[in-house]
């Protein structure tokens, strides 16, 4: 084999590597925001569907009783943090699988309802599938996560800045995170997500604690205007 055609068959193998490449950036960046954004709106439809008809979650109940679990793989709430943007709004589903994750933010089943005493853990992407965390570390102390599940509204607020530790601490999600800075049982929230941001050999972490309620027909939280 002659070294010209030698040089031309790696010229067009790199041509066709760097074409393979390419593709898959536009699928990670476009495609799978696309089908995010299809897989979404659906979730949201779903929700608005159920909240129309009256049909919302069922409060926690008191401590005494076993608490209900929420339907697997099915949207029960939405989120919202101003920080993000005014157009931010995610469903939350039930359980953190990789289909899951797919159409929304996920509840880390086993883990407190929203609005109970314990802690309410919520993991979301941080790029691809709609990139809901791309800004993740920009949350502050004070900052706003907002929920509803269509008949209450939860305003919780950051604790601090981002945490960052590795993908086995699950701790991060116990009832008291040790590392949140909170002092005993409490109605807290945790959002979890990757790092570095198109990576996932870490995670961020970011806790908050519950710092308002009221009925959705009283309006919108003071939290969405601050």
């Not at 593709?23 to 979404?40: D, E, I, M, Q, S």
């Not at 699988?97 to 996920?106: E, I, P």
Request: charged residues 20%; proline residues 8%.
């Amino acid at each position: 084999m002659s070294v010209r055609l030698i040089v031309r068959s790696f010229s067009e193998l790199c041509i066709t590597v760097g074409a393979l490449i390419i593709l898959f950036v536009l699928y990670v960046l476009f495609w799978t925001g696309v089908k995010a954004a299809g897989a979404t709106e659906g979730e949201i439809d779903t929700l608005q569907n159920q909240w129309s008809q009256g049909a919302v979650s069922a409060p926690a109940p008191a401590p005494a009783s076993p608490a209900p679990r929420y339907r697997d793989g099915k949207p029960f709430a939405m989120m919202y943090i101003p920080r993000f943007g005014k157009g931010w709004e995610w469903p939350v589903l039930e359980n953190t699988k990789v289909r899951t994750l797919q159409k929304g933010l996920g509840h880390y089943a086993g883990t407190a309802r929203l609005g109970a005493t314990g802690n309410f853990a919520v993991a979301g992407h941080r790029r691809t599938y709609g990139d809901p965390f791309k800004d993740f570390p920009r949350l502050r102390p004070g900052d706003a996560v907002v929920l509803t599940d269509g008949a209450t509204w939860f305003t919780y607020r950051i604790g601090k800045k981002p945490y960052r530790t590795v993908p086995g601490d699950t701790a991060v999600i116990d009832p008291v995170p040790v590392r949140s800075g909170f002092d005993g049982p409490g109605r807290y929230l945790t959002l979890t997500t990757c790092e570095p941001e198109w990576g996932s050999s870490h995670r961020l972490i970011a806790w908050a604690h519950l710092d308002a309620t009221q009925p959705v027909t009283d309006g919108r939280p003071a939290a969405f205007h601050s």
